[in-house]
């Protein structure tokens, strides 16, 4: 806990991970938009493509923004007191449990503060969210996200608008069309998710070899106490 080299590596990564996640989807939505069709960056490695996931991980339970972040906090709950219990040699650990951290905070920060309508609005052949923006004596100001000075706006009387709820910015796609053109993986991610999932393998694989390869300082103790006569 006071090993100084130890926090700057956990928390430079967090933060440079977080900064990255944050400025890549913003750039992404102000950039293309919403719902767009698939971009090519590099032929058959990699597409952008902007989605809202109101779910977890598949889209699952979407429109839970609560008991997302009860999740996500107890998670990073979870972080900081591995992080407390590792040694000031582990630092792989710690860069790993810096992209979780990152990555976390990230999605996290999304429910919070992306917050658009439940229900999409069928909009040039495809559903878009759409985002409160104000309010005045006809009812209540929507435009579609991400809002802007130039977009349309609509009003929505105040007894029909539909529950907000907390959205996550994905834009990152795999291509996966390699047999017949069906899509094999057809989910789209972001940052953080690349950050928990290369963390969270960066961890696995740590307490794998732990499970296999005892630590050195509990070998020294043993070989120290000597072996029965």
């Not at 449990?97 to 069928?122: E, F, H, S, T």
């Not at 969210?129 to 006809?138: E, L, P, S, W």
Request: charged fraction near 15%; proline fraction near 7%.
């Amino acid at each position: 806990m006071r090993h100084f080299p130890s926090y700057l590596r956990f928390f430079v990564v967090a933060a440079v991970g977080l900064v990255l996640d944050l400025w890549s989807k913003h750039w992404a939505f102000h950039t293309f938009g919403q719902g767009h069709q698939p971009r090519v960056i590099i032929p058959r490695v990699l597409e952008f493509q902007t989605m809202l996931n109101p779910g977890a991980l598949f889209g699952i339970g979407g429109g839970q923004t609560l008991i997302f972040l009860i999740a996500s906090t107890c998670a990073l709950l979870l972080v900081f007191w591995m992080f407390a219990q590792t040694s000031p040699r582990r630092w792989a650990l710690q860069i790993a449990l810096g992209g979780i951290l990152a990555g976390a905070l990230g999605n996290m920060y999304d429910r919070v503060y992306v917050k658009l309508l439940q229900n999409p609005w069928p909009r040039g052949g495809h559903a878009v969210y759409m985002v409160i923006t104000g309010q005045n004596a006809r009812g209540v100001i929507v435009q579609a996200y991400p809002p802007s000075e130039e977009g349309r706006t609509f009003v929505v009387p105040a007894d029909e608008v539909p529950d907000e709820v907390g959205f996550v910015r994905d834009f990152i796609k795999i291509p996966t069309r390699w047999f017949g053109g069906r899509e094999i993986w057809p989910w789209v991610f972001n940052v953080a998710d690349m950050l928990l999932v290369g963390g969270v393998a960066i961890l696995a694989i740590h307490l794998w070899r732990d499970r296999k390869h005892p630590r050195l300082d509990e070998r020294n103790t043993v070989d120290s106490r000597g072996s029965p006569a």
